[in-house]
């Protein structure tokens, strides 16, 4: 069974502007090809993709400030850090796993 978690229990951060922070999920599966997606939600609107990582490859963004959002992954977890945060990066932050053939 393939799952992908928070791997903190807290259901919000709070944060000051300027420090960076970082958001972590585990996941598990026992496929060798996965894909780490991060999404973003703000108020009243549809989730933004904000990046995909493979699992052992490289990132791919979708975001305009590519330097302020970094991702990194192991075998069990992935995590989305935020740099310099700002009130508009004030949003619900989801991560989520895919798992393909190859």
Request: some cysteine; proline content about 4%; charged content about 20%.
């Amino acid at each position: 069974q393939d799952w992908i978690r928070p791997s903190d229990e807290r259901t919000s951060v709070t944060s000051t502007e300027g420090d960076s922070v970082t958001l972590e999920c585990s996941y598990d599966t026992s496929s060798s090809y996965v894909i780490l997606y991060w999404y973003r939600e703000f108020s009243n609107t549809q989730p933004q993709y904000i990046l995909l990582k493979g699992g052992r490859s490289e990132t791919y963004q979708n975001i305009p400030d590519p330097q302020r959002f970094t991702s990194t992954t192991s075998q069990k977890s992935t995590s989305l850090t935020i740099k310099s945060v700002t009130l508009s990066d004030s949003a619900f932050y989801y991560c989520a796993l895919r798992v393909t053939a190859q």
